[in-house]
């Protein structure tokens, strides 16, 4: 097991009033609301050029994180222009599914969870309820019954992809659970139950940091070797990734109730808060503790957007349980006070200094669509009544 370093430093609170909180969130809603008429029927790209998103269709695995932000904002205001411009993309991922546009992706949890399943949740929307439905089929395509797991990338006989995973799956799960629960039907549970332990098994190192990705042999089902996509080397470990692992398992744990899967978000989460800095904004890999590498602030705002759900998920006896909630909100005091983009002058983003990926110098040091999502997610963990949003 990890140190414990972190724990001296988490056992109180940032000394942060509610005013300071609001203001954070205020800010978030606005760059949404701001927004809105820029996108128009379009949507971020998944990283900022020079701090501002271009406008791209509806074909990158990062679409719904635009929806979803609407999504929080109208539950932040209650005010129906979100509400509005969320479900006026309905239609766009109707059509996405329907013709199978960049489909070839586990990332169909992301994104029919924060379009479709987010529409039912808040509207009672059926037509959306079915699309989700539709979605979550598509996915199970992606599942090889013989290993265990679910393809995360292309095509399914794509020999550079074929039984690959990555640890980012663990946030597309959501979406099978929710599938069993709507339906009645176990298969979609069974088959993201077995990837997560396996992914688990696989993907997590002895000392709790994580391999981004791991190869099977989908014909007799075994594992065959850890590497990278978007890490420093095969053997460090992704920043992005081990928040993924962080958040992806405490919600798993909540729809399994699997003892296994806290355990696991437990020492990622460990892991995690013993490699960040000292403004707890994560290096781009965490095998970088401190220097000129670029921070890559999504990886704090999801990592400790996960870390609120695994607090929440532990016993109200266990010492972690605070000390995750304290770190969570450190991390978020420090992104408001520090990250925002209210510090520059052109951006139509929310969070600076993310990195998409750094090895093929795609996003380096800009706004992530992705970060700007779990940041506001984060803020209406800390503001609003507790909801599970996945
Ligand atoms: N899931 C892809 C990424 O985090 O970049």
Known sequence: ??????????????????????????????????????????YPSPASVRNVYPRVQNIEWTSSFWT?????AYHSSGDELFRDAAERYLPDFRTRL???????????????????????????????????????????????????????WGDLNDPAQRGRIIIDCAMNLPLLYWASMQTGNPYYKEAADRHIVTANKYLIRDDWSSYHTFYF???????????????????????RGQAWGIYGNALAYWY????????????????????????????????????????????????????????????????????????????????????TTKAARESNGILLHGVY???????VDECTIFGDYFYMELLLRITASWRLYW
């Open 68 to 72: 979803g932000l609407l999504w929080l």
């Open 217 to 239: 042999d989908t014909e007799t089902g075994s594992p065959l070797k850890g590497t990278t996509a978007q890490g420093y080397s095969d053997d460090s470990c992704w920043s």
């Open 256 to 339: 399994t109730k699997e003892p296994s899967l806290l355990e696991s978000a437990r020492g990622l989460a460990q892991y995690f808060l013993n490699h960040l800095p000292d403004d707890l904004v994560a290096y781009w890999d965490l095998v970088f503790t401190q220097g000129d590498e670029e921070r890559d602030s999504s990886a704090s705002a999801i990592g400790a957007s996960g870390l609120l759900v695994l607090s929440a998920a532990l016993p109200v006896g266990d010492p972690q349980r605070r000390i995750f909630e304290n770190a969570a909100l450190h991390i978020a005091a420090s992104l408001a006070q520090s990250y």
């Open 357 to 363: 990926g750094k090895p093929g110098n795609n996003g």
């Open 1 to 42: 097991m990890e140190n414990l370093l972190f724990y001296k430093r988490f056992l109180c609170p940032p000394e942060k009033d509610a005013s300071f909180w609001q203001e954070a969130l205020d800010y978030a809603v606005h760059k949404i609301r701001s927004n809105i008429a820029f996108f128009g029927d379009e």
């Open 98 to 152: 329907d013709k199978r546009i960049a489909t070839n992706t586990h990332d169909l949890g992301f994104l029919y969870t924060l379009s479709c399943v987010n529409a039912y949740h808040f509207t009672r929307n059926c037509s959306a309820q079915i699309m989700a439905l539709k979605a979550a089929d598509l996915l199970l395509i992606r599942y090889y019954e013989k290993a265990g797991i679910i393809q995360a």
